[in-house]
């Protein structure tokens, strides 16, 4: 326990460092009111994209792009979302992209952001997936199982904007042994903290919703967090998603997960896996996550 508190006391630390630059932008802070608000539609989401110049071009960008193919060009963010992303999808990725603007990874090399932003949209998609046979998740869990997914490792950016020499020195000791689960080990010997527990750590002061924090802290602590059940579904995901990279024998066991969500384990895993025209989407997305 004595441990646990240490890395906490650690993490908060870096988080405090974090919140000593520019507050979370305001983008991000209005768009989270739309996540309490059960009338939310395009035109208020519209309302909040409108005012970030930067985020309405990339999602005007995404909507016009070879991908979804339209007859006719959309030519406003109102129409984006009607016609194309949807509000639910739009609404995940304004405060991804506006969380983004905190951050400044170019220092370090190794942190992939296209790669981060494809495994954070793949995790998203699984949770998606996952909540839709959940019987027992409730309507805060369905309408937040998106954004948690696509939300879930904003703590490895954070490493790697506070610390890159050493965040890039841990990346690549794990590029060359990319064990699942290692990673947070890796962190743990040379932060003394980790990615999971500086996401935890965000969320709470950043004041996400509580149950994406919650599911959070669960991944960081699952022992201490253990009635956190949006926590299940983005660990499932994380999990499936990374186990889908790579042969079968690496992969991690899901039946820990899966048995709390009344899921089979190789359910869990099918649930990772994408067809190609999904995948291009996920891929459009990711790509004009980071221009």
């Known amino acids: 326990m004595t441990a646990a508190t240490n890395i ?14 520019p507050p979370l932008p305001a983008t991000a802070q209005k768009i989270l009111t739309c996540f309490g608000d059960e009338f939310i539609d395009a035109v208020k989401v519209a309302a909040v994209v409108e005012g970030d110049p930067g985020i309405c071009a990339k999602l005007l960008g995404l909507s016009n792009s070879a991908y979804f193919g339209l007859a006719e060009p959309v030519n406003n963010i109102s129409e984006a ?10 609404r995940s990725l304004v405060l991804a992209m506006a969380i983004q603007q905190s951050f400044n990874s170019k220092d370090c090399p190794s942190f992939d952001v296209e790669r981060f932003w494809l495994q954070s949209l793949l995790t998203a998609e699984c949770c998606k997936r996952i909540v839709a046979e959940d019987a027992e998740a409730d ?11 696509l939300c879930h490792n904003l703590g490895l950016m954070a490493l790697a904007h506070i610390d890159p020499e050493r965040t890039n020195a841990v990346l690549r000791k794990h590029q060359k ?9 890796l962190f743990a010997d040379a932060f003394e903290t980790d990615h999971k527990i500086m996401t935890a750590e965000l969320g709470r ?6 149950p994406m924090v919650a599911s959070y802290q669960f991944r960081a602590f699952p022992a201490s967090h ?13 999990s499936a998603v990374e186990n889908a990279e790579l042969e079968e024998e690496q992969r991690a066991d899901l039946t820990a997960l899966a ?7 190789q359910r869990l895993q099918e649930m990772a896996v994408f067809e190609e025209k999904q995948k291009e989407r996920v891929q459009s997305l990711a790509s004009n996550m980071t221009r």
């Not at 956190?228 to 660990?235: T, Y």
């Not at 048995?259 to 384990?265: F, G, K, N, V």
Request: aromatic share 6%; proline share 6%.
């Open 8 to 21: 906490t006391e650690t993490a908060a630390r870096f988080a405090e460092s974090i919140m000593a630059l």
């Open 205 to 210: 002061t950043w004041s996400l919703p509580v």
């Open 177 to 185: 042994s990319p064990v699942p689960d290692s990673l947070a080990g």
């Open 226 to 238: 253990c009635d956190a059940r949006l926590g299940f579904i983005v660990a499932a995901a994380v």
């Open 81 to 90: 979302i009607s016609r194309v992303l949807g509000v639910d999808t739009v």
């Open 259 to 265: 048995a709390p969500l009344d899921i089979a384990a």
């Open 139 to 149: 309507d805060a869990d369905r309408d937040l199982a998106y954004s948690a997914g």
